[in-house]
């Protein structure tokens, strides 16, 4: 597999607001730095390493990153498509404005990982967890995973098309003002999450379970259920 590593070549390169790239033969590494407008086309990259980094306008095409960990970075405006993450690792990490086509991600953990302005189109996730996050204006459409961990997030916003996530775990998320149009979330687990002013429509919700959860102004297929359950004496 190759290795590619950028490398500053000046520092009046950062002074511009801009940054030179050169391949070598080691692992993709930065610490400290800010990067404008890097390129990843055609790559497969083995453990990058991103540490007290902000990256502004961030493109990445047909690459694969296997492993590696991001901490205490910036990322905003990334575009990634048509690319594969495995067992990437993110903390007290944020993302801005990232747009995410027919990608990859597999055995990812986010732990302190802020997103924002969200696009995700055609993309698999399987065994992600993801802990002590905002995640703000999140749109999934025709999305898959499985085995999902979700827990102590927020996710205010959220809007999933066609998403097909099974045997998922939210604990102590919540989906403030959410919006799931036919999507199988079925057997999954919702623990002490808030719904309030959700609405789910024309989803599978078979074998799930709820369990302390904040069901205020939350609607299944236009059907007020808390105003359900009251009439029903609970």
Sequence with gaps: MMRTHFVLLATAALALGCVALVSADAPLSFDGVNISKP????????????????????????????????????????????????????????IEYPTLYHGTIKYGKLDGVDISDTTMYNCDFD????????????????????????????????????????????ERADFYDGYFYYSDLSSSDFSSCDFERSEFSGCDLSDCEF????????????????????????
């Design 39 to 94: 390129q990843f086309l055609n790559l497969d990259i083995d453990t990058p390493l991103f540490s007290f980094v902000d990256i502004a306008d961030v493109d990445a095409d047909h690459c694969d990153f296997a492993g590696g960990i991001l901490d205490y970075c910036t990322f905003a405006e990334l575009r990634l498509e048509n690319d594969k993450l495995y067992k990437p690792s993110l903390r007290y990490f944020a």
């Design 127 to 170: 065994d992600v967890s993801y802990e002590y996050g905002d995640i703000d204006d999140l749109s999934i459409s025709r999305c898959s995973g499985r085995n999902w961990s979700l827990n102590n997030c927020e996710l205010r916003n959220l809007r999933t098309y066609s998403l097909s996530v099974r045997n998922a775990r939210w």
């Design 211 to 234: 369990e302390n959860c904040d069901i205020d102004g939350l609607r299944i297929n236009g059907v007020d259920i808390e105003q359900l359950l009251r009439d029903a004496g609970h």
